[in-house]
């Protein structure tokens, strides 16, 4: 049975679904920049998630969003739009950013392998939706107007601290200099903003007599409530997420609708690099195409984080990719051995089905690579392993083809009538087809190199 940490709870919970359609939802980028590997991390986690739900027997619709309007530099009510700034940065229009970032991610979500949601939500198709969530917010007395937006009043949401375990009365005295004094409260936020006079901001819609554009907050509501509706079965994203954007999700929700949210919730946590935190001013940024200028493919990546916990912070360095890449040609090589055996029939009974209870329990990848290291494994545990992790084991560890295979008996053959100099250069040629030839007492063995 799986087992869930539920982070709004703090406790591991055995997860029951609250229909015959498992729904969740991904917070998913703001697609103004390249995605950098800390970020497609969360996403290899979400996989796990996706194709262990799947290998139960769960039928599963699965949102994700696309910021393209409205989340701030500051991750809150102020500074310049993303949008905007990778515009300006690259002089191009916010919807040419906007389309060029979401294709590069959908190229990389592609390359780890990872299986595509149902809906991928444009946050800038629900604008209309974005407004009617803002009315009803408002005639239930949730927002107040002030000159820079309309802004939810967290003090009217008794539970808003709640999830986070926010101290409002230091976030209250902690209010900087600057705090904008039209806000009730140092925890309300913007719902929707107005674009002020000379203000630059490409995408803009008139709501409530004045252009504006909704809050980065808004449109998860917006998109779970139009897409899935509440509460939905589990909502993932960032330990980045709980304290603000998480929060204010919940709070939106249960003014727009009533009700709760989400029943299940889960976050990862970061990974760092050397030690260090991702940032563009320790020039520590990698993408995967980096990783792939350095001899390293998105499922040596995938697997490495997967070697690790989603609720464990990570160190990213390069020694341990490249072990990491080890052992998946270890793992290929184990495939590539049983294509040369005379029978693939199980050789230890339930082995997989210890590897899926290991990750049921809350999604203990490294515990079941363990277990898939130290046990023998026919072909149909290496298949459904795959099905599991989606690290591409069998569509990259094929069986050789004739071709190689009868350059493997030359070779053989070669070395039988000692004519040693043949027997190398079909060894070198061997290596173009990424084919290393091992002699053992009963015979040669090919493996992967």
Not at 108 to 118: G, T, V
Request: net charge negative.
């Amino acid at each position: 049975m799986l087992k869930i940490y539920n982070t709004a709870s703090r406790r591991l919970e055995q997860f029951k679904p609250a229909g015959e359609v498992v729904k969740i939802y991904t917070c998913g980028p703001t697609v103004y920049n390249f995605q950098h590997i800390g970020n497609y991390a969360a996403y290899i986690y979400w996989d796990l998630l996706i194709r262990t739900l799947k290998m139960d027997g769960y039928a599963v619709k699965r949102v994700l969003n696309f910021t393209d309007v409205g989340h701030l530099v500051s991750d809150g009510d102020e500074g310049e739009d993303k949008l905007e700034k990778g515009a300006a940065r690259e002089g191009k229009s916010v919807y040419e950013i906007a389309k060029f970032y979401g294709d590069d991610f959908l190229r990389n979500f592609r390359a780890l392998n990872l299986i595509e949601p149902d809906v991928i939500a444009h946050a800038t198709d629900y604008i209309e939706a974005d407004k009617r969530a803002v009315d009803k917010m408002t005639e239930a007395g949730f927002t107040y107007e002030t000159t820079d937006g309309v802004y939810f009043d967290t003090s009217k949401f008794e539970r808003y601290a709640d999830f986070a375990k926010l101290d409002l009365e230091g976030l209250k005295a902690g209010a900087r200099v600057g705090f904008n004094s039209e806000k009730h409260n140092a925890s309300d936020f913007a719902v929707w903003k107005f674009i002020q006079p000379g203000e630059k901001h490409a995408m803009r819609w008139d709501y409530l007599g004045r252009p504006g554009y909704p809050g980065w907050h808004l449109e998860c509501s917006t998109i779970i409530h139009e897409e899935l509706g509440e509460p939905i079965d589990i909502h993932t994203g960032g330990a980045d997420h709980i304290p603000v954007h998480h929060t204010n999700e919940i709070a939106q929700t249960f003014a727009m609708t009533g009700r709760e949210l989400s029943r299940y919730w889960m976050h990862c946590n970061f990974i760092t690099i050397d030690g260090e935190k991702i940032s563009k001013s320790l020039g520590n940024v990698y993408t995967l195409d980096d990783l792939a200028e350095r001899g390293f493919s998105p499922m040596d990546f995938k697997m490495w984080v997967l070697s690790g916990h989603y609720q464990g912070t990570r160190n990213f360095t390069f020694e341990g990719l490249a072990a990491t890449k080890q052992r998946r040609l270890n793992w290929r090589n184990r495939i590539a051995l049983l294509y040369q055996k005379a029978s693939t029939a199980s050789l230890v009974d339930g082995v997989f089905k210890e590897v899926l209870s290991v990750v049921n329990n809350n999604f203990n990848s490294a515990e079941a690579f363990s277990i898939i290291d130290t046990s023998e494994l026919s072909m149909e545990d290496w298949k459904e392993i795959d099905e599991l992790f989606g690290l591409n084991l069998i569509n990259d560890s094929p069986d050789v083809n004739d071709a190689v295979r009868d350059l493997i008996s030359e070779r053989q053959a070669a070395r039988e009538n000692k004519d040693f100099a043949r027997s190398d250069e079909i060894r070198e040629e061997l290596k173009s087809f990424g084919i290393a030839v091992e002699d053992t007492p009963t015979g040669p063995i090919w493996q992967y190199i």
